[in-house]
């Protein structure tokens, strides 16, 4: 019984003959009996719905306690996660400096591979120009003896291989500027890739800690309403156990006034038998008494650009329509598509919000920017948990962002999606087509 309904009751109960008593001349003893079962079975209907209320608020106790059980958990993660992320932060600082020690040392070694570089275009200009392979065979033919062709030989042979050094320490060198630039390239990606995962599960810890506290909020709202429900109940009770004892004391004083009339009827029938025998045998008259009757009453106590972002069919159009939650009229703010399977980005853009709602569920807000002189941002709503995106992400168009599920204001597996020029609604039919 709600509040209105306990106050309503209340109130004719006060109103009515019952709240001020009962008398002989107000009701028959039979009336009183009836009025005095019909608070009884009343007072039992009564602590019937005190003890579910009792119930009720038991059961959302242990609900409010098991929701901050999973709020402590929530926070622990959220705690690992954040010191994940600072772990990921100063691994990417590091590689940053170890970015520009690198740039530093292949500066530097960049400097020695040009100087490499002219002494071999300055020899090869040189044999090119001033000794060519005629001047060093006459350098050798003009040794004065065998000895002396030799050591010629030698001296050629070690310019000759002293080139081919330096040649290949250059190729080993800028292999080297090259490999050292690949790998460290190949770390930082990998370690933004890591930390852009971690602030993803970050958001969706936090989506499910807001979900969890909208939920704790309305477990708190049920109990304070049902202790307000429960309280009122107990108070309408008592006023039935008093209207109740006040019957009871009535009826005893019935019961007593019906005694006594009886007393004095049975006294005065008495006396009126001897005065007829008096009568009979002194003038032979005979009489007759007529009984008396009384009548009982009852008393009743009355009471395009833009792609399809999931597969499946439109179940519910953009505009007005009846509630599938309340059973009223009210604006659907956009398109329903009823299925399941992966949710998509309907365009390339930034993702603004990817939290928990307590209207929408786990929802996706995606800023696309300025299109045809519009701002334009989509809305996916009532997805499952474990969001694939967080805000501050560029996704692509066709990119996955969660799955379609049935969270927040929601009659079955489906996805909500809004579409927005400049803060307002329209159609999204007018993007994804029909």
């Known amino acids: 019984m709600g509040k209105k309904h306990i106050a309503l009751f209340s109130s004719i109960l006060l109103l009515s003959p019952i709240a001020g008593g009962f008398t002989a001349q107000a009701a028959t003893l039979e009336e009183l009996q009836q009025q005095k079962d019909a608070l009884q079975l009343e007072t039992n209907t009564i602590q019937s719905q005190i003890e579910e209320?009792?119930?009720?608020?038991?059961?959302?106790?242990?609900?409010?306690?098991?929701?901050?059980?999973?709020?402590?958990?929530?926070?622990?993660?959220?705690?690992?996660?954040?010191?994940?992320?600072?772990?990921?932060?100063?691994?990417?600082?590091?590689?940053?400096?170890?970015?520009?020690?690198?740039?530093?040392?292949?500066?530097a070694l960049q400097v020695v591979i040009d100087q490499r570089t002219e002494k071999l275009n300055t020899q090869a200009r040189y044999i090119q120009t001033d000794a060519g392979v005629t001047d060093i065979a006459s350098?050798?033919?003009?040794?004065?003896?065998?000895?002396?062709?030799?050591?010629?030989?030698?001296?050629?042979?070690?310019?000759?291989?002293?080139?081919?050094?330096?040649?290949?320490?250059?190729?080993?060198?800028?292999?080297?500027?090259?490999?050292?630039?690949?790998?460290?390239?190949?770390?930082?990606?990998?370690?933004?890739?890591?930390r852009q995962d971690i602030l993803i599960s970050k958001n969706n810890v936090v989506a499910q800690k807001t979900e969890i506290d909208i939920q704790i909020a309305q477990v708190i709202e049920n109990y304070e309403l049902t202790e307000a429900e429960k309280n009122g109940l107990e108070s309408t009770r008592a006023d039935l156990a008093a209207q109740t004892e006040t019957i009871s004391n009535d009826m005893v004083a019935e019961e007593t006034r019906i005694a006594a009339e009886r007393a004095a009827a049975e006294q005065a029938a008495s006396e009126a038998a001897a005065v007829a025998a008096a009568a009979t045998a002194a003038n032979n008259l005979t009489a007759s008494a007529a009984p008396t009757t009384t009548a009982s009453s009852s008393y009743t106590v009355n009471s395009s650009g833009f792609i399809k972002p999931a597969s499946g069919y439109y179940s519910s159009p953009f505009g007005y329509r009846l509630?599938?939650?309340?059973?009223?009229?009210?604006?659907?703010?956009?398109?329903?598509?009823?299925?399941?399977?992966?949710?998509?980005?309907?365009?390339?853009?930034?993702?603004?919000?990817?939290?928990?709602?307590?209207?929408?569920?786990?929802?996706?807000?995606?800023?696309?920017?300025?299109?045809?002189?519009?701002?334009?941002?989509?809305?996916?709503?009532?997805?499952?948990?474990?969001?694939?995106?967080?805000?501050?992400?560029?996704?692509?168009?066709?990119?996955?962002?969660?799955?379609?599920?049935?969270?927040?204001?929601?009659?079955?597996?489906?996805?909500?999606?809004?579409?927005?020029?400049?803060?307002?609604?329209?159609?999204?039919?007018?993007?994804?087509?029909?």
């Not at 059980?69 to 705690?79: G, H, P, R």
């Not at 002293?162 to 390239?185: G, H, M, T």
């Open 323 to 434: 509630s599938p939650i309340t059973g009223g009229s009210e604006l659907h703010r956009g398109q329903d598509i009823a299925g399941s399977g992966a949710i998509s980005a309907a365009q390339s853009g930034t993702v603004v919000t990817a939290t928990y709602h307590a209207s929408f569920g786990y929802y996706v807000v995606i800023n696309h920017g300025t299109i045809n002189g519009v701002t334009v941002e989509t809305l996916y709503a009532h997805m499952q948990p474990g969001l694939l995106v967080a805000p501050g992400q560029t996704v692509s168009q066709g990119q996955q962002i969660g799955i379609m599920g049935t969270t927040g204001d929601s009659t079955g597996v489906h996805l909500h999606f809004e579409v927005h020029e400049n803060g307002g609604l329209v159609d999204p039919l007018n993007y994804i087509g029909g």
């Open 139 to 194: 350098m050798l033919l003009s040794s004065e003896n065998f000895s002396d062709l030799v050591g010629k030989i030698t001296v050629v042979s070690k310019i000759v291989t002293a080139n081919k050094d330096i040649v290949e320490q250059q190729e080993a060198d800028q292999q080297k500027v090259e490999d050292s630039k690949v790998a460290v390239e190949e770390e930082k990606l990998a370690a933004e890739a890591l």
């Open 53 to 107: 209320k009792s119930n009720s608020l038991n059961t959302l106790e242990s609900e409010k306690a098991n929701l901050e059980t999973k709020v402590n958990e929530l926070q622990s993660q959220l705690d690992e996660l954040m010191n994940r992320l600072a772990t990921q932060e100063q691994k990417l600082a590091d590689i940053e400096s170890k970015i520009l020690e690198l740039q530093a040392e292949i500066e």
